[in-house]
């Protein structure tokens, strides 16, 4: 029994932790896919046709877009920071804390480091499968008009990125969930409700709108919007993509040392 | 004759671990401070020592998860501090929970796990096959762990630690919580591991665990070990053959200790009884008679590494 077979040391070792999630997803997976599917379905025929068709009947065009247009490119951004939040908080908890198969496997070759790229980086891939999976849908619903759509998996991935990365950072440091609930209800659900998701940013009173703008969702909302439309600004367009990647970058630089200190002290 | 002392000899000097003073420190508390050990290959090694006597941070010390504070230490000839992936790579733990997939099966738990260490699909199969029969799980393959009852979990969890076949496996209490039967398994499991040359170290609240499963162990107590050697030598070493344990009714025990003093080496005086250490406990007994002292019952037994251990850390609850 010892003799030690060589490892084939081929997979540099995030890969294998992001290769761990996603089988482990795959062996679980069923329910999911449905809701991934059916999900942006329900969502834009309530929304985009039987709000939309009051909305149209009232004011007409929203910024030049029927409001099913307007809303399906928010459904893929708001859709794409739920999947940050669920994936990242409880499951890392859980990994840490409860089940503590995290560090199960800060016992074989891998580093604390290599555990939470690992995850980040199936938490994103999974995102961008999401965006595609949306992306098709909204597109069905005839609500894409440029080229620049296309991007909307990627925009997807980058928005879960965003949030993913400090949120495991904050899971990896805390002893009970009981702080989640209060992030869910006084961070997600305003910023889900409130970052021009369901009404342009000009629906605000001029002092209001600067605060919005500080807002995460709210960029990954706009980037969304912009490609599925083909338009806008470069240089606002830049300053969505820098807010939102300057979030990973805090978030990966703090993730890697928390969950170093919870795992390995 | 002198081959085989060589070979002893030479044997004595394989250390596949040594450490020399590692200190753990916690901030201003010093979990562990300062113990110097070495494992030999091929050996069973006991940490006993009660709550907080600094076992769990020596276990994670040397599993290479946890950096030592101070001191040196040495697996498999490495450094931890710089080679920590390639020294785990070769070292199976068993921590104190199970941290087991529940939502997985069995078979799944084995084989994925088994990436981590980046082996081929083709021979985690093999393995997850063999472990499998070995933790004699091999009807419960494609059950969810879920459904499993503590020992075969127990049992999963160390088939998984071998999934990457460790020279050095680390056990931390790997029976606590099981029923007898269970655990006499186990045992049995690690003592044809150990046939097969497979280096254990062991941490464990049973004695008799230890007295069965150890070539040598340590006990701790408030970070430092406190005895080193083979049980029965510890057992020669820090008590005597025999004790008997007498007990007087409803009294209160408290003068007895003057009293009985002279016929034993060690007499210790407990609420409920007392222990005299003797080396031959029938002749005490009689001589005890003779001399008037009648308890309400008498027991003589064989003096155990529990009698040890109590003497060395302490009948003070520690939490």
């Known amino acids: ?265 | 004759m002198s081959y085989a002392l060589g070979l002893h000899l030479h044997m004595s000097n394989d250390y596949i671990l040594e450490a020399q003073d590692l200190v753990k420190r916690f901030g201003e508390i010093s979990a562990v401070k300062g113990v110097s050990f070495s494992i030999h290959r091929g050996e069973s090694f006991g940490f006993l020592g009660p709550n907080g006597a600094g076992k769990t941070s020596t276990m994670r010390m040397i599993s290479a998860v946890s950096q030592p504070s101070s001191g040196t230490l040495t697996i498999f000839g490495l450094d931890p501090r710089t080679q920590g992936p390639e020294i785990r790579g070769r070292l199976g733990v068993v921590p104190q929970e199970d941290t087991l997939e529940l939502e997985l099966s069995v078979r799944q738990n084995l084989e994925m796990f088994g990436r981590y260490f980046d082996l081929p699909r083709g021979v985690l199969r093999e393995r997850a096959t063999e472990l499998l029969d070995f933790a004699q799980l091999s009807e419960r393959a494609n059950d969810k762990v879920d459904d499993l009852s503590g020992g075969m979990k127990r049992r999963l969890t160390i088939a998984r630690a071998l999934i990457n076949r460790p020279e050095l496996l680390i056990l931390d209490e790997p029976t606590t919580g099981l029923d007898p039967q269970a655990r006499h398994l186990l045992w049995e499991r690690l003592y044809r591991l150990k046939r097969e040359g497979v280096t254990q170290i062991i941490t464990t609240h049973y004695m008799d665990e230890a007295e069965q499963l150890c070539d040598r162990l340590v006990v701790m107590d408030h970070g430092t070990i406190v005895a080193e050697g083979p049980p029965r030598e510890l057992i020669s070493r820090h008590s005597t053959r025999e004790v008997i344990e007498l007990r007087f009714g409803t009294d209160s025990h408290e003068g007895r200790h003057d009293q009985l003093a002279p016929y034993a080496q060690r007499v210790e005086v407990l609420p409920d009884r007392v222990l005299l250490y003797v080396d031959e406990g029938d002749d005490t007994l009689r001589q005890l008679h003779a001399a008037g002292v009648v308890p309400t019952s008498a027991l003589v037994r064989r003096s155990s590494l529990e009698d040890v251990f109590l003497r060395l850390t302490g009948r003070t609850l520690v939490d």
């Open chain 1, 1 to 265: 029994m010892t003799d030690t077979l060589e490892p084939r040391l081929g997979w540099s070792r995030w890969r294998r932790s992001w290769w761990y999630h996603a089988k482990t997803y795959a062996h679980t997976w069923r329910g999911s896919v449905a809701s991934t599917i059916l999900f942006p379905i329900f969502y834009l025929a309530a929304l985009g046709v039987g709000v939309g068709h009051l909305v149209t009947k009232h004011t007409g065009l929203v910024q030049g877009q029927t409001y099913l247009h307007f809303i399906a490119p928010s459904l893929l951004a708001t859709t794409a920071m739920q999947l940050g939040e669920g994936e990242s908080l409880w499951p890392v908890l859980a990994a840490v804390k409860w089940i503590r198969n995290y560090h199960a496997a800060a016992a074989t070759p891998l580093e604390p480091e290599d555990i939470y790229v690992g995850k980040l980086t199936w938490v994103v891939t999974r995102s961008f499968a999401t965006g595609v999976v949306y992306t098709i849908v909204i597109a069905c619903f005839g609500a894409l008009q440029s080229w620049w759509s296309l991007t909307l998996p990627f925009i997807a991935a980058l928005i879960t990125l965003a949030f993913s990365a400090p949120l495991i950072a904050y899971a990896a440091t805390v002893q009970s969930d009981g702080s989640f609930m209060t992030i869910y209800r006084f961070a997600f659900v305003p910023m889900f409700l409130f970052s021009a998701t369901f009404y342009p940013l000009t629906a605000y009173p001029g002092y209001l709108r600067p605060v919005v703008q500080l807002v995460p969702l709210y960029h990954g909302v706009a980037l969304a919007r912009a490609a599925a439309f083909g338009q806008g600004a470069w240089g606002a367009l830049l300053c969505h993509v820098v807010f939102l990647l300057a979030m990973a970058v805090i978030g990966v630089t703090l993730g890697r040392r928390t969950l170093r200190r919870r795992l390995v002290d």
